[in-house]
């Protein structure tokens, strides 16, 4: 699949562009919780079975215009985990509970963010929200990047999808993301600025639902 010209889409500030997009994160998220509840109430079981703690994990982003939310995701590490070393998470990082880590390899604990899409705070596609500290390393990036909503996929998504493994082994796990991986997905971030439209993000949202299942994006499809 061939990735559509950047001057065939409609532009990214168009009234039209984001009516339509909104309308169309709250039809496909309301209906993926409705059609996923059964398989939502699943994971909720097999989470408060294999580890204490609440079944929701809920940490505080940046969104569109510097506006602060709590972002949701099923809870993949042992209660208090925060407490017990870095906010970012190696692929062996023994604070991940054994059904925490099947749903990371499948995107599953990413799931309950369909609730803050349907809040508005996210949508479907769309630069990854960061977290208040990392967000201020690089401001007038994210100035720039914050004029959307952020979103469940996008770019860097596809490229970072096993960032855990990136991460594991060697000191200072922090350090390395500020150095190397979050720069990137600032990259990443802008290029989707300047790709957007209602196109581009349906082939996004496709690539996303392939990869999870084991395809890989097209070869240099906007992840290298």
């Given at each position: ?62 969104g569109?215009?510097?506006r602060?939310?709590r972002i ?30 099947r ?13 803050n ?7 479907l ?17 994210y100035?720039e ?34 150095a ?45």
């Amino acid at each position: 699949m061939t990735a559509p010209q950047a001057d065939a889409l409609p532009a990214r500030a168009d009234v039209p562009y984001d009516v339509i997009k909104r309308a169309l994160d709250l039809l496909l998220s309301l209906a993926g919780l409705v059609v996923l509840a059964p398989s939502l109430a699943a994971i909720a079981i097999l989470i408060k079975l294999d580890s204490r703690g609440p079944v929701l994990f809920r940490q505080e982003r940046v969104g569109r215009r510097f506006r602060r939310f709590r972002i949701y995701k099923f809870r993949t590490m042992v209660a208090g985990a925060d407490r017990l070393g870095a906010a970012l998470t190696g692929e062996r990082d023994p604070r991940v509970t054994r059904v925490g880590r099947r749903l990371r390899h499948f995107k599953l604990d990413e799931l309950p963010q369909l609730f803050n899409v349907v809040a508005g705070d996210m949508s479907l596609v769309g630069p990854r929200p960061e977290v208040p500290r990392y967000v201020e390393h690089f401001r007038g990036d994210y100035e720039e990047i914050l004029t959307v909503r952020p979103g469940m996929t996008d770019l860097a998504s596809l490229k970072y999808r096993n960032e855990s493994a990136t991460l594991a082994g060697g000191p200072d796990v922090e350090a390395r993301y500020l150095a190397t991986i979050l720069p990137d997905k600032i990259r990443l971030g802008k290029e989707y600025l300047r790709r957007s439209g209602l196109g581009f993000d349906l082939q996004l949202v496709l690539f996303t639902m392939l990869a999870l299942v084991g395809f890989d994006p097209p070869e240099k499809w906007g992840t290298s």
